[in-house]
């Protein structure tokens, strides 16, 4: 049978793992036995576990008191081995031995060593299914087992794992570190990390002992990650009404991680920028993104290690659920933060990517692990965000509580299904929940609903019609119906105000007489853009919109405006010309998110869409419509000021420097790097990343030199990673071919953090400038840099070609026939398409934009200079 079907037998069970393994950061190969107490279900004189990469160099188990030698057959396209005895193993109980050694990965799952300069320590990353590359194991999550680590390693270190320290002896010159036993876990949460970490002094949060930890220098930079987790985790502890499930929890920043963090139990991993900060240094978008993983990660302990998917097509059970409690807690401790809206902009990415053809439904057949790593995606995690926030506003914040709390009672220490989730959340409501869910989850892709209004008998009705939408117009008109139950919440403005209305769509076509004594005005039928769904306007529906709602509707329901319009477009649906009307009709726009959302998109405009004989023109249209907003800001921050003030300074300087070519920014940006480079906690933090990223346009291999020698300074003082990150966010936009080409080279060497390299690279890849060379480069050294990469940063960077020129289509395609990623296989599906998509649209679009910046904005804003005179450098 080969990897993709094979599922483990289920006549034994684990109970218990003990784990001995011997790893030091100055070997390559580490060496281990592991001890498994088994319950043996069903007579058979074979036993298959998961083992990849090791070699077993002795296997026995003991009945009775007996021990008994087992020949090991090793499946190598299972990723397993299978024992065979001299006699039929009988119901009962039975211990496994099995001594082993392996080797370090090059990439950063299994068990690897991670490097960030100076800085090296042992790391594992088993989810989804690595764990058996450490030790021999039944790494399926419906195996729970009690999991207990001896590590024997190099005197003077600190190792962490699941469980609590008991004692720490030299033996023969090795430190041996002893633990605890876990309660049952799956085996894709085990840890273990080495290296020359520092610990906070432990504090109590309920019955948990919390610490964190980072490398040695950056201890002081955990306060913030303190603050959160005592915040959230005791929050949690009252939502689920059930306490905190483990012995410990250690959250650790480790100098390299592929996935960003991992929710292992009692010891959760970071990558050093999503658990480290400098107070006063940081910038509001990154302490927001810090929290909010945090929190995803805490939430973990119930959805996720408590109760456990019981096969990885339920992955969004533990990833959807831990984004939905991570918003909902940090919007509940700091709602001036307006977390939510930050996850409209990666609601609106999920919207994106499930218009393509190649989507896939939130609850997807899982058949191989390659296939569960690429579950990893916007998909399950921030469409089943969505959903499950549609969810609780239609059944009720109390009801959605009380249903998740029977789920999480109902199945502690156990594994659950969807179906088990819907039970639970019926019961607490009273409604079939299954069924009004159903369409969501278990159907890839989402309505569009196309919105008029018309009059009868002096009533207004709202007209809605459902149908599956498509980043394709012809794939709309291919597609079988679909019809999804949409809650829906209007938002009617009339001359006494705005009022709302609840609707349960469930058919194909609705009509809504609107609930409002004067004369309707205009209708928004997603109110906060909660619904996971796009609207299409018609002309007149769209333009009263706009002319008399426009301001009353929220920044996230402005946002979304935008968004759906950009969609229409892409699709086909609409023109780019009604696209830049709405733009215009933004002119005024002081939101900081808003803000945000139309420099995303006229960034893609810039990209994609204009024709460089229009890119002059579209360059002065941007300095026109917000050269002017930028003025009124200035570059030096006003004492007191908002973050949110803060950061819409950064997006206006952003947009006008990458895309309106304004030399008074550039310039600007150019002095104020200088400065930056020479005291950086003493540069605004939420535009210190912007001004770095805009100087390096006009950038030379000189420049690159100064950048990177900050960097380094920056990386030996142990700077928090944001102020080491600002140079290496800016490589990407480094324009100059020479240039381009020395940054390649530091993506061979060491130069640069592991975790980081597809940071880099990806954005490289859609750039204008530096996409072609970049992928010259890639497909010229793919061999040494794809295990470099990590299986997940993987999968992101074949995604990523999708960005590049459509040209290259045939080149993409027929480079990865020949090398194919088998976690990447729907990411590249999904870049060939958004290639052809991009073709498309360019067709369409590109002549009609070029006209209507010809009539529409005939008249050009000159670049004027925005030195400041209070910079001094």
């Known amino acids: ?289 810090i929290a909010e993983v945090i929190a995803h990660e805490l939430a973990h302990m119930w959805f996720g290690n408590l109760v456990t998917m019981r096969w990885w097509d339920d992955l969004w059970l533990n990833e959807a659920f831990a984004s939905f409690m991570a918003y909902k807690a940090i919007d509940l401790w700091k709602p001036e933060w307006r977390i939510w809206d930050d996850f409209l902009e990666a609601s609106h990415s999920a919207l994106s990517a499930d218009a393509l053809d190649n989507t896939h439904p939130i609850y997807a057949a899982v058949k191989s692990p390659a296939e569960a790593t690429e579950l990893f995606d916007v998909i399950t995690y921030e469409k089943g965000c969505a959903v499950l926030r549609m969810a609780e506003r239609y059944l009720g914040e109390e009801v959605f509580k009380d249903g998740l709390r029977r789920y999480v009672a109902t199945h502690a220490d156990a594994n659950a299904r969807g179906a088990d989730l819907w039970a639970a959340l019926a019961a607490a409501s009273k409604q079939p929940v299954a069924r009004l869910m159903r369409s969501w989850i278990e159907e890839p892709g989402f309505p569009l609903l196309s919105v008029s209004m018309r009059k009868r008998d002096g009533k207004t009705l709202l007209h809605l019609r459902q149908r599956r939408f498509f980043a394709n117009r012809e794939a709309m008109a291919k597609s079988p119906e679909q019809c999804w139950h949409i809650p829906i919440v209007i938002r009617v403005g009339t001359a006494d105000g705005v009022h709302t209305q609840r609707l349960l769509m469930t058919t194909p076509e609705a009509q809504v007489p609107l609930d409002a004594e004067l004369p309707v005005a205009w209708c928004y039928p997603n109110a906060d853009a909660a619904g996971f769904y796009r609207m299409h306007f018609d002309d007149e529906t769209l333009a009263r919109l706009l002319e008399h709602g426009l301001r009353s509707l929220s920044p996230a329901e402005r946002m979304s405006v935008v968004e759906d319009q950009w969609a229409l477009v892409k699709n086909g649906l609409a023109d780019i010309g009604r696209f830049m009307d709405v733009v215009q009709s933004l002119a005024a726009e002081r939101d900081h998110m808003v803000t945000r959302t139309l420099a995303m998109r006229i960034g893609s405009l810039d990209d994609y869409v204009v024709r460089e004989q229009d890119r002059p023109r579209f360059a002065a249209f941007v300095r026109r419509m917000f050269g002017p907003q930028l003025d009124e800001l200035r570059f030096e921050p006003l004492p007191d000021e908002s973050p949110a003030v803060a950061v819409r300074r950064a997006v206006l300087a952003q947009l006008l420097g990458r895309v309106g070519r304004d030399p008074g920014v550039i310039g600007e940006a150019k002095r104020r790097q200088i400065a930056e480079a020479k005291n950086p906690t003493a540069a605004e933090p939420n535009l210190a990343g912007t001004i770095v990223q805009i100087a390096a346009l006009e950038g030379d291999r000189r420049l690159l030199a100064s950048y990177l020698a900050t960097y380094n300074a920056r990386r030996r003082a142990r700077m928090s990673p944001e102020l080491q990150s600002r140079y290496i966010a800016a490589l990407s936009w480094f324009e100059d071919l020479p240039t381009v080409k020395q940054i390649h080279r530091l993506v061979l060497d060491d130069t640069l953090p592991q975790d980081q390299l597809r940071l880099v690279l990806a954005p490289m890849l859609g750039s204008r400038q530096s996409g072609r060379d970049t992928w010259t480069f890639l497909k010229t050294h793919w061999t040494a840099l794809a295990p470099k990469v990590g299986a997940m940063g993987l999968a992101r960077l074949v995604e990523a070609t999708g960005g590049l020129p459509v040209d290259l289509y045939d080149d993409v395609a027929a480079f990865f026939a020949v090398h194919p990623v088998e976690e990447a296989t729907r990411a590249l599906k999904k870049a060939l398409e958004s290639m052809r998509l991009r073709r498309e649209l360019c067709r369409r679009e590109a002549a009609r934009l070029g006209e209507w910046l010809q009539t529409a904005a005939p008249k050009s804003r000159a670049p004027t200079p925005r030195e400041d005179p209070t910079l001094v450098v």
């Open 1 to 289: 049978m080969s990897a993709s079907g094979f599922r483990l037998p289920r006549h034994a069970k684990p109970l218990s793992y003990d784990i001995d393994l011997d790893v030091s950061l100055r070997r390559p190969r580490f060496s281990g036995q592991v001890t498994i107490a088994l319950q043996v279900l069903a007579p058979k004189d074979t036993v298959t576990l998961h083992a990849r990469d090791l070699a077993i160099q002795r296997a026995s188990a003991t009945v009775r008191g007996r021990t008994v030698p087992a020949a090991v057959e090793v499946l190598g396209a299972q990723q397993a081995i299978t024992l065979r005895f001299p006699k039929v193993l009988a119901r009962g109980k039975t211990t496994l031995r099995l001594q082993f050694t392996g080797v370090l990965s090059p990439s950063m799952h299994g068990l690897y060593l991670a490097k960030d300069g100076a800085d090296t320590a042992i790391v594992s990353q088993c989810e989804a299914a690595d764990a058996r590359a450490i030790f021999p194991c039944f790494d399926e999550p419906d195996f729970k087992a009690r999991l207990r680590w001896l590590i024997r390693t190099d005197p003077g270190l600190t190792v962490v794992t699941n469980g609590v320290a008991t004692s720490v002896r030299t033996v023969a010159g090795r430190a041996v570190h002893r633990f605890k036993p876990t309660r049952v876990i799956s085996t894709y949460l085990a840890a273990v990390t080495i290296g020359r970490y520092r610990a906070t002094k432990p504090i109590q949060i309920g019955a948990a002992r919390y610490r964190t930890l980072a490398v040695a220098g950056k201890e002081k930079q955990t306060e913030f990650a303190a603050a959160v987790t005592r915040q959230v985790l005791p929050w949690y502890q009252r939502y689920f009404k059930a306490r905190y499930p483990y012995q410990k929890l250690d959250q650790v920043a480790v100098p390299g991680f592929d996935a960003g963090a991992m929710e292992n139990v009692g010891a959760v991993f970071y990558r050093q920028n999503l658990l480290l900060m400098q107070a006063g240094a940081t910038s509001w978008h990154a302490q927001k993104r």
